[in-house]
C-alpha cells in the first residue's frame, strides 16, 4: 500500500484513518547511536508510519547539552513520554504533516517530532527513566 495524501481540491475527504499500535523501535542495525532520531513506528490501517522523534528537539527541550547521549538512551525517554508523543504524531497525521518516504520499493508516510510539537502538547514530558541520569545533565528550566 503507497502512502498517497488525499486530494484537497474542494472533493470532501474521507475520514482519516486512525492510527495504533504504537511502538518505539529499538532494535535499528544501521543507527548512529549518537547522531539519528529516535523512531516511533504505528499503523495507519495496513500501512507503517514512521515517526522520527528529533534529538535536538529533545536536548532543547529537557535543556540538554551532552551529545554523548546515546541513541538506546534516547530511546528509553521516548518509551517513557509514549502517549504524549502518540498524541503529536496522531496530530500530525491528521494535519496531513508527513511526507512520503521511499525505500525498499515502498512508500510510507514520514514525519519528524519537532520542538515545537513538543512545547505545543500541553504535556510535561519527563526525562525521568531508570538508566538515565539526564536530570544531573540539565540546566534547571520550565519542563
Known amino acids: 500500500m503507497a502512502a498517497e495524501k488525499p486530494e484537497q481540491n474542494g472533493k470532501q475527504r474521507p475520514p482519516p484513518v486512525k492510527l495504533s499500535t504504537f511502538s518505539v523501535v529499538s532494535e535499528r542495525p544501521d ?4 547522531l539519528d532520531d529516535p523512531l516511533i ?9 514512521l515517526a522520527f522523534v528529533s534529538r535536538n528537539a ?16 534516547w530511546n528509553l525517554v521516548v518509551e517513557r513520554n ?5 498524541r503529536i504524531i496522531e496530530g500530525k497525521y491528521e494535519r496531513d504533516e508527513w511526507e512520503a518516504h521511499n525505500i525498499q520499493g515502498q512508500s510510507y508516510p514520514r514525519m519528524l517530532v519537532t520542538l515545537e510539537d513538543m512545547e505545543r502538547c500541553g504535556e510535561q514530558l519527563s ?16 519542563h
Do not use: N
Open 41 to 49: 513506528h504505528c499503523q495507519a490501517g495496513q500501512q507503517l508510519v
Open 58 to 73: 529533545l536536548m532543547d527541550y529537557f535543556h540538554i547539552r551532552d551529545e554523548r547521549i546515546p541513541l538506546h538512551q
Open 127 to 142: 526525562a525521568e527513566v531508570r538508566d538515565l541520569e539526564v536530570g544531573s545533565r540539565a540546566d534547571p528550566g520550565p
Open 31 to 34: 543507527a548512529a547511536p549518537l
Open 82 to 86: 509514549l502517549d504524549a508523543f502518540k
